[in-house]
C-alpha cells in the first residue's frame, strides 16, 4: 500500500488502479477485520482523486452515515463536513465508512451495531476505539490513511494498539463541522496514517478557517509538511509518576524510548501534574453531560429512525431505544449531573478541574516544549476482556487530559511486536510543527516498519 506522500505522486489511471485493488483487498478482508461498514463504491466524481477512509461520524455528501447506531440507518447526509470539502479541493475523496463505537462511545470499537473490528495483528485482540476501523484499516493496508475524531483520546488510543501514527490537532485547527456531535468542547477530526510525513500533510490538508463552525479558529491552515525538521531537539517533560498505573511492557517501552530520545540530542525533564484520576472524572463527567445534550435530538423526531407506537411517548420512547446500552449510560449519566441539584455538585466542579488540569500543563510548558507519555496503559486487550464500564474508561487515562485542554498530541509506534505499544508527544497550543518534528525524528530512529500486511 503506498503512503499518502507516494500516492500523491501518481497518475490518475494509476490511482483509479489503486481503488480497483483496494476493492479487493477490503472484501477479502471484509468477515476477518470488520473495519469497513460496507466496501467503497468506485465513483465517476472522484476519478483520479486519491481514495481516504471516512470514520462513519463525519458527514460526506449524499453518503449513508450511521455512527454505527440502529438510531440512524437509513439517513443520508445533504452536505459534507469542511474537513471533506478540503481533502476534495486537494484532489483526495472520501473512500468508504470505517466501523467505530456507537456515537464514539467506547475504548474498543466493540459497541457498533455492526459487530466488532479485530486488530490486523491478531484478531483476537482489540483495534481500540472509538476509531478502531479506521486504525486497523491502515495497519491491515486496506487504507491509505483516514480521518477519525478524537474526543478522549479516539485517534490516539486505536493508534497506538495497531501500531499507526495518529494525530489529535488542537481544538478549533480543524473545523468540526459535519462531525456528528458527542462532546463538543472536546472532539476534533485528525488523521490516522502510516507514518509522520503522512500525518503532517492530511493535517495541512484538512486544517484551517470555516465559517460554518463559531469554534473553529480563524487561522490559515498549516503548512507543517515543508517544515518537518527530523534533526531538531527539544525539551522533552516526562510525567514518571503518571506510568505507575502502567503495565511493565508499557513502562520498559516507555524507559527504553526515552534513552533514544536522550541519545538523539533531546534534554529530558522531570515533572509532576495531577493525579489521573482527577482526569478521568473531570473528563468523564463533562463529556457525558454534553452527549446527554447533543443526542437529544435524536428522537425519531427530529433526527433518527421513527419507531413505532400508538402515541408520541411511545414512539419517543421505542425510537431511543435503539441506542445501544453504552450510549444509554452515558446519556443517563450525563443528564444526571446536569440535573436541578447535582450541576453545582458534579459539572461546575468538573469544569474547575479541567481548568486546573489546563493551567499545570502551560505550567509545564514554561520549561519544556512538549511532554512525552503513554499513549495508553497496556497493549491492546482480547475482545470481550473489558466486563465493565470503569476498566474501559482507565484505558483513557493518558490521553483524556490533552483533551480537557485542547492540545496537540501525536501517537507514534515504538514497540511493533509482538503487540504494539505506541507513545504520544503532547504540545503547546497550536504548536503541532514541534510535535510532528520530534515524533518525525523518532520514527527515523527507531526505524520501524509503517504498516502490518494483513
Not at 480543524?174 to 477530526?189: D, F, K, N
Not at 525533564?269 to 445534550?293: C, G, P, R, T
Not at 443517563?332 to 453545582?344: A, I, P, Q
Request: one cysteine or more.
Amino acid at each position: 500500500m503506498p503512503t499518502l506522500k507516494q500516492a500523491m505522486s501518481l497518475k490518475p489511471h494509476e490511482i483509479e488502479n489503486l481503488k480497483h485493488d483496494l476493492c479487493k483487498k477490503i472484501e477479502s478482508s471484509y468477515k476477518e477485520l470488520n473495519a469497513y461498514i460496507q466496501t467503497p463504491k468506485i465513483q465517476e466524481k472522484d476519478k483520479g482523486k486519491i481514495p481516504i477512509l471516512i470514520k462513519d461520524n463525519i458527514c460526506v455528501k449524499d453518503s449513508p452515515l450511521t455512527c454505527a447506531s440502529n438510531i440512524l440507518h437509513g439517513y443520508v447526509s445533504p452536505y459534507s463536513a469542511t474537513a471533506i470539502e478540503k481533502l476534495e479541493q486537494s484532489n483526495l475523496c472520501a473512500f468508504g465508512r470505517a466501523n467505530m463505537d456507537e456515537f464514539g462511545m467506547g475504548s474498543t470499537t466493540e459497541k457498533s451495531c455492526y459487530g466488532r473490528t479485530k486488530n490486523p495483528y491478531s484478531t483476537a485482540i482489540v483495534p481500540g476505539g472509538s476509531s478502531g476501523g479506521s486504525a486497523a484499516a491502515v495497519a491491515a493496508g486496506i487504507a491509505i490513511a483516514s480521518l477519525g475524531s478524537d474526543t478522549g483520546g479516539s485517534i490516539r488510543q486505536p493508534a497506538s494498539y495497531c501500531g499507526v501514527v495518529g494525530l489529535k490537532p488542537s481544538y478549533g485547527r480543524v473545523s468540526r463541522y459535519g462531525l456528528v456531535a458527542y462532546s463538543s468542547s472536546l472532539e476534533q477530526i485528525g488523521p490516522i496514517t502510516q507514518n509522520v510525513e503522512d500525518a503532517s500533510l492530511l493535517l495541512d490538508i484538512i486544517s484551517g478557517k470555516c465559517d460554518k463552525d463559531s469554534t473553529c479558529l480563524q487561522n490559515d491552515s498549516t503548512s507543517t509538511f515543508s517544515k518537518l525538521n527530523p534533526n531538531k531537539t527539544f525539551k522533552i517533560a516526562v510525567l514518571e509518576e503518571f506510568i505507575e498505573k502502567a503495565t511493565k511492557e508499557v513502562q520498559t517501552a516507555y524507559y527504553d524510548t526515552i534513552k533514544v530520545l536522550d541519545s538523539i540530542g533531546h534534554t529530558i525533564f522531570q515533572k509532576k501534574m495531577l493525579n489521573v484520576d482527577y482526569h478521568i472524572s473531570s473528563y468523564y463527567i463533562i463529556a457525558m453531560a454534553e452527549a446527554s445534550a447533543n443526542l437529544a435530538r435524536f428522537d425519531g423526531i427530529r433526527y433518527g429512525k421513527r419507531a413505532e407506537g400508538e402515541n408520541l411517548r411511545e414512539i419517543y420512547f421505542n425510537s431511543r431505544a435503539q441506542f445501544g446500552d453504552e450510549v444509554k449510560k452515558r446519556i443517563l449519566l450525563g443528564t444526571f449531573v446536569l440535573s436541578s441539584g447535582y450541576y453545582d455538585a458534579y459539572y461546575l466542579k468538573a469544569q474547575k478541574v479541567r481548568s486546573i488540569i489546563k493551567k499545570q500543563y502551560e505550567d509545564i510548558f514554561q520549561d519544556c516544549d512538549m511532554i512525552f507519555m503513554p499513549v495508553a496503559p497496556s497493549v491492546a486487550p482480547k475482545c470481550n476482556a473489558t466486563k465493565t464500564s470503569l476498566e474501559m474508561y482507565l484505558s483513557d487515562i493518558y490521553t483524556i487530559g490533552v483533551n480537557l485542554a485542547g492540545l496537540p498530541a501525536i501517537s507514534i509506534p515504538v514497540v511493533k511486536k509482538p503487540l504494539p505499544i505506541g507513545m504520544q508527544f503532547i504540545g503547546r497550543f497550536l504548536d503541532e510543527q514541534n510535535i510532528l518534528n520530534a515524533a518525525f525524528g523518532l520514527e527515523r530512529e527507531l526505524g520501524l516498519s509503517t504498516t502490518h500486511k494483513f
